[in-house]
């Protein structure tokens, strides 16, 4: 296993058995200091980078979604509950950068607090992902215009939510704050008794691996891959996919080099690949990386919307627009629903699901 320390919250990869006598550093053949010296930088400069443009790329996301007053569709829902998500995460990462400078400084309670919304929202990313892929497959590959009452969608919304808390409990429970010898400052960790740690840990790997990346990543690609063959059976123009095929590649970009990093940490504390020190920091370097590769995707979404989405710059444009005209905008009448178009249905007319995407 590992002998450096990474200074991240997330549960994952640095948990530390509580009741263990502390380790003489100078005992262990390999030393942490390159890796800490690189976290004590890299971290604190990613993190409020990604802080402030998390902040303001997904505040207009929400002000532009919020903005609509026409009855929301249901993709628009869940790419609204997407960006709330990512808001939370966002949100957390100056308590990462402040411990990966320096110590956790804001008692447990709030470890706990910040240890499960880090959970739950990366969770419910995953799971809105899937959901946002899922209802486009059931419109393109088999016609069925998606006609959820409000009671249905907040009722999804609801599950999608119960199920991401859920698997965040874990974090209220076992979360708590002490000082760490191997790290030299009091942490911010998961404390598992010694006798059960190793299970505790590896059980929440596999956990977040399938529930948190592999099962929702096997969904956006079977239903995809099946909107792909249907819309070219009907010659119609896969750009209509071209958003959100970005948006699915950007998340597999980004967690899955971290879980891949993770599997091979579990094969090495079950003894399966060997230890030498070399190894141990190549897999230090690459689990401290990979991890703040996977934060930083809570504020590219937006970014995706600016660069690829014409209809979101059109929207944001809008809403620009209409903050310098309030008085106008308030004497604007809302569009009539209920028109002939709205009723008709065709794949054509399916692939233009949201003002975003």
């Not at 997330?10 to 053949?29: C, T, V």
């Not at 299970?199 to 399938?210: D, E, G, P």
Request: with cysteine; charged share 15%.
């Amino acid at each position: 296993m590992t002998t450096t320390f990474s200074w991240g919250l997330d549960y994952i990869n640095f948990e530390f058995p509580s009741d263990l006598p502390d380790i003489n550093p100078g005992a262990f053949p390999c030393t942490q200091s390159e890796v800490g010296s690189f976290a004590r930088s890299f971290g604190p400069a990613v993190f409020s980078v990604s802080f402030l443009l998390g902040l303001v790329g997904n505040g207009l996301v929400l002000a532009v979604l919020s903005s609509r007053r026409c009855p929301w569709l249901l993709a628009d829902r869940f790419l609204f509950q997407l960006a709330v998500a990512d808001l939370l995460l966002v949100l957390v990462l100056p308590f990462r950068a402040t411990q990966f400078s320096q110590s956790w400084a804001f008692g447990e309670p709030f470890c706990k607090l910040v240890g499960a919304l880090s959970a739950m929202s990366s969770y419910s990313t995953a799971f809105l992902l899937a959901c946002v892929t899922l209802e486009r497959y059931l419109a393109i590959v088999h016609s069925l215009q998606p006609r959820w009452t409000p009671h249905g969608a907040l009722l999804a919304s609801t599950l999608l939510w119960a199920a991401s808390i859920a698997l965040s409990v874990v974090e209220l429970h076992f979360r708590t704050v002490s000082y760490v010898s191997q790290a030299g400052a009091v942490v911010c960790h998961l404390g598992f008794d010694a006798r059960d740690a190793n299970t505790w840990r590896l059980s929440l790997r596999l956990v977040s691996f399938l529930l948190g990346f592999l099962f929702p990543v096997a969904v956006m690609v079977y239903c995809y891959v099946r909107m792909l063959v249907k819309l070219r059976q009907l010659f119609f123009r896969v750009m209509a996919l071209r958003l959100l095929s970005v948006i699915l590649l950007l998340f597999v970009l980004c967690w899955g080099p971290f879980h891949g990093f993770v599997l091979v940490d579990s094969l090495q504390r079950l003894g399966h690949v060997g230890r030498d020190c070399a190894k141990e920091k190549i897999l230090d370097f690459g689990l401290l990386f990979t991890e703040s590769v996977g934060l930083v995707h809570s504020c590219l979404n937006p970014l995706v919307y600016a660069f690829v989405g014409a209809k979101f710059r059109k929207e944001l444009s809008g809403l620009f627009r209409d903050w310098r005209q309030c008085r106008r905008q308030q004497q604007i009448a809302p569009s009539p629903v209920g028109s002939g178009r709205e009723t008709e249905f065709s794949v054509a007319q399916m692939a233009d699901y949201s003002v975003m995407m």
